[in-house]
């Protein structure tokens, strides 16, 4: 693994990467940034406009057709090339922003949401499909250690520049913060990024059964976190019946959206994406939930919590930027299995200190979620990058942010679940909320000890060769 372990930081910001590591961090930026500002925005926004009871449609409607737009991006890039795919990808982003921007009443905020979210989609699945394009593997950890600084970055300062902006501006403007990186970005992707470099074969055609089935299977997960337990059950049930019927669908597919065996234990690129679903699915639970506990039970305000829920985001991009030096390819794989473990681990400390009312347990399980992902994510990725064969490889790659995705929706609507069943949302005392929550986090440990198995099995299948020298840019 010599080759694929000799990068320095610096050479991923030399002339001959430099600007390619810019342009996929603003691919991520966009996504990033773009959930706080939105989040932080809207809740004004209803104010003026009036439509209260949508204002939790402008948040789940971009993550359907965000996760709708991810699965078929490698199919969108396959037939128009990586240029024309970012760059149509891109406009649609950008009027749904002036759509959202310069909207007169919810109804419309809605429809832009929807173009943001079906065009960054695509986007964040493409710059995930270019890493192995573009870069040689020994560059790949540093890649995502940088995405990460990007996503802890945007945990702080998307809230806070988008208050400012709501405050001192306008709701609007927060929106439209957007639109100079959007513009940025095109026109780097217009003169760095490769176009169509060969001809389509077998035309993908428009997979119109599957998507609709992904799309209708997130917007059930949706549904169902808002929902009583007994009718939660339900939607959540329909929703796995869509979601594996797509799944299956798409195994049968001439021109698949998936690579070959995805999620299904079996092969490094099958197993590697399905825990990529279960460690997203267990880390939803303290991202969504924790900074609303520390208000309910600590009667702190929304900036303290804030920041203590923000302290997962710092010690994820620590820990990636640490381990993103590591050689050896037998470490690689230990920091694979033991992700799910810290995740796991840290879950049941957060609870703890929430029960125990000690700050210094809750922010150690915070750190240890954090660490979880940052040590575990980009070795994980990467190898199911190395693993897929070169006709899967922008299959597998596209797939990744879009699992992530899907694995915070399902996560969240299974922690709404538990607590609700245990009766958090008619808890009316600190003692009541304290019992409803520890279902919630136990089963959130429990679904990272069913990624940390899966781990071994996956991790059992690699091999110490160099699978990363297929990549294109290899050296």
């Known amino acids: 693994?010599?080759?694929?372990?000799?990068?320095?930081?610096?050479?991923?910001?030399?002339?001959?990467?430099?600007?390619?590591?810019?342009?996929?961090?603003?691919?991520?930026?966009?996504?990033?940034?773009?959930?706080?500002?939105?989040?932080?925005?809207?809740?004004?926004?209803?104010?003026?406009?009036?439509?209260?009871?949508?204002?939790?449609?402008?948040?789940?409607?971009?993550?359907?057709?965000a996760i709708m737009g991810g699965a078929g991006a490698?199919?969108?890039?396959?037939?128009?090339?990586?240029?024309?795919?970012?760059?149509?990808?891109?406009?649609?982003?950008?009027?749904?922003?002036?759509?959202?921007?310069?909207a007169s009443s919810m109804p419309q905020v809605l429809v832009g949401r929807c173009l943001q979210g079906l065009g960054e989609g695509v986007v964040a699945a493409i710059c995930f499909a270019l890493i192995?394009?573009?870069?040689?593997?020994?560059?790949?950890?540093?890649?995502?250690?940088?995405?990460?600084?990007?996503?802890?970055?945007?945990?702080?300062?998307?809230?806070?520049?988008?208050?400012?902006?709501?405050?001192?501006?306008?709701?609007?403007?927060?929106?439209?913060?957007?639109?100079?990186?959007?513009?940025i970005f095109a026109a780097m992707v217009a003169f760095v990024v490769p176009g169509k470099t060969q001809a389509v074969v077998d035309s993908p055609g428009f997979?119109?059964?599957?998507?609709?089935?992904?799309?209708?299977?997130?917007?059930?997960?949706?549904?169902?976190a808002v929902a009583q337990p007994l009718l939660a059950a339900a939607l959540l049930a329909g929703a796995a019946a869509l979601l594996v019927g797509a799944v299956l669908l798409d195994r049968r597919s001439r021109v698949p959206m998936m690579p070959a065996g995805a999620f299904w234990p079996t092969s490094v690129v099958g197993g590697g994406l399905l825990i990529n679903l279960l460690m997203s699915m267990a880390g939803a639970i303290s991202g969504v939930y924790l900074v609303l506990l520390l208000q309910q039970l600590w009667g702190w305000g929304p900036a303290i919590a804030g920041g203590v829920g923000a302290v997962?985001?710092?010690?994820?991009?620590?820990?990636?930027?640490?381990?993103?030096?590591?050689?050896?390819?037998?470490?690689?794989?230990?920091?694979?299995?033991?992700?799910?473990?810290?995740?796991?681990?840290?879950?049941l400390g957060v609870l703890a200190g929430l029960l125990s009312g000690q700050l210094a347990m809750l922010l150690v399980g915070q750190v240890a979620i954090g660490s979880g992902f940052g040590i575990a994510f980009g070795y994980l990725n990467l190898s199911v990058m190395e693993a897929a064969p070169a006709g899967d490889r922008d299959r597998a790659s596209a797939l990744v942010p879009?699992?992530?995705s899907a694995g915070n929706a399902i996560g969240a609507a299974l922690a709404g679940l538990a607590a609700n069943s245990a009766g958090y949302a008619s808890a009316t005392t600190s003692g009541d909320i304290r019992s409803a929550i520890v279902p919630m986090f136990v089963l959130g440990a429990s679904v990272a000890g069913l990624a940390f198995i899966v781990a071994l099995r996956t991790t059992g299948l690699m091999r110490g060769q160099a699978g990363g020298a297929s990549f294109a840019s290899a050296e």
Do not use: D, H
């Open 402 to 404: 879009t699992t992530q």
């Open 207 to 224: 997979p119109g059964v599957r998507l609709l089935a992904i799309g209708g299977g997130i917007m059930l997960v949706a549904l169902a």
């Open 74 to 102: 490698a199919l969108m890039k396959q037939r128009l090339g990586s240029r024309t795919a970012l760059l149509v990808s891109a406009a649609v982003f950008l009027v749904g922003t002036l759509v959202a921007a310069q």
């Open 1 to 65: 693994m010599s080759e694929s372990s000799s990068g320095t930081w610096a050479e991923i910001f030399t002339p001959r990467y430099a600007t390619v590591t810019l342009i996929l961090c603003l691919g991520v930026a966009l996504f990033a940034f773009n959930a706080f500002l939105a989040s932080t925005a809207l809740p004004t926004a209803v104010q003026q406009l009036g439509g209260v009871a949508l204002i939790s449609w402008a948040l789940t409607l971009y993550l359907v057709l």
């Open 132 to 183: 192995p394009e573009l870069f040689p593997p020994r560059l790949v950890p540093k890649i995502f250690g940088m995405q990460a600084v990007i996503w802890a970055v945007a945990s702080f300062g998307g809230p806070v520049g988008a208050g400012l902006l709501t405050e001192l501006v306008s709701w609007r403007a927060a929106f439209l913060a957007n639109v100079p990186v959007v513009l």
């Open 312 to 347: 997962m985001a710092v010690a994820w991009s620590f820990s990636a930027i640490v381990v993103a030096n590591v050689k050896s390819y037998a470490t690689r794989k230990v920091l694979i299995r033991t992700g799910p473990a810290l995740i796991g681990l840290g879950l």
